[in-house]
């Protein structure tokens, strides 16, 4: 069973990396923290130009919402109850730390499609801070389904 595929399409610039980047320092105060231990949720009610660009590559039929995830330390194991997929894109992973699935490891080289209803882990006993941008896309369709509309170039704009 497939838990992930890369989509490089919406990678962003080195520059728009740095605006996302800033964009999180600048309202880290309004973190949420998730009942699995050590994950962080910044929730954006009103999306900046650097945000909106990345929703604008995903096709608003499939766009549910989009927000930072941010972590230190170790994610607990766990299969995600609220969403099913997600688009991951890394922003700050300085040592590549990947999340593990019993299917084997996704690492974050570029943007990647994950299927969040797998059993997924982190380990990251030096506590190195990770950041990503996650677009979560809606229930409507499948993990399969969402490859299935990448590869048709129906799931984001290149």
């Excluded at 604008?56 to 995600?80: L, Q, W």
């Excluded at 699935?101 to 059993?119: A, I, K, R, W």
Aim: proline share 4%; with cysteine.
């Amino acid at each position: 069973m497939s838990v992930h595929m890369y989509i490089p399409a919406i990678n962003p610039t080195i520059d728009e990396q740095a605006t996302l980047i800033n964009y999180y320092y600048a309202n880290e105060a309004s973190l949420h923290a998730n009942t699995v231990a050590g994950l962080n949720f910044l929730l954006i009610d009103q999306l900046p130009s650097c945000l909106i660009d990345i929703v604008n590559k995903v096709n608003p039929e499939y766009f549910e919402r989009i927000y930072y995830y941010s972590n230190r330390g170790n994610v607990a194991r766990h299969a995600d109850k609220r969403r099913g997929t997600v688009i991951t894109i890394p922003l700050i992973n300085k040592s590549n730390i990947p999340t593990s699935f019993d299917s084997g490891n996704v690492y974050y080289h570029e943007s990647v499609l994950v299927n969040t209803t797998v059993e997924h882990w982190a380990d990251n006993p030096d506590e190195e801070f990770r950041l990503f941008i996650q677009v979560e896309l809606n229930e409507d369709h499948t993990f399969d389904e969402y490859i299935q509309l990448h590869i048709k170039n129906d799931l984001v704009n290149k």
